[in-house]
Nanobody, 124 residues
Framework: QVRVVESGGESVQAGGSLRLSCAAS????????MGWFRQAPGKEREFVAA????????AYAEFAEGRFTISNDNAKKTSDLQMNSLKPEDTAVYYC?????????????????WGRGTQVTVSS
């Protein structure tokens, strides 16, 4: 069984920064990608960023480019999402997910394992 746990979400003011962390445990063999998604109230879950375990290839949503940075540690099976210059529209529950695929990392259906999410609230 694979367990995925996110942490680091909290309330911040616009312009502030947060660092979210994700830790995977259990039988995480053949996990080649870790991704972050978010879901705001009344909206669909959307892709934020992803990183591959081999080669460290990264992908970002347009809104995340230049403000968010994803990183990972293959040995520890962890991923961090550094978020800077936060805006009120970044308010959402942020989810970490794992996939055994190197393709289609922007699609939630690609991912096999999900955490329960961590709340990020950005006030103006």
């Amino acid at each position: 069984q694979v367990r995925v746990v996110e942490s680091g979400g909290e309330s911040v003011q616009a312009g502030g920064s947060l660092r979210l962390s994700c830790a995977a445990s259990g039988r995480v063999f053949s996990i080649y990608g870790m991704g972050w998604f978010r879901q705001a109230p009344g909206k669909e879950r959307e892709f934020v960023a992803a990183v591959t375990s081999r080669g460290g290839r990264t992908a970002y949503a347009e809104f995340a480019e230049g403000r968010f940075t994803i990183s990972n540690d293959n040995a520890k099976k962890t991923s961090d999402l550094q978020m800077n210059s936060l805006k009120p529209e970044d308010t959402a529950v942020y989810y970490c997910a794992l996939t055994g695929s190197l393709l289609r990392l922007r699609l939630p259906e690609t991912y096999n394992y999900w955490g329960r999410g961590t709340q990020v609230t950005v006030s103006s």
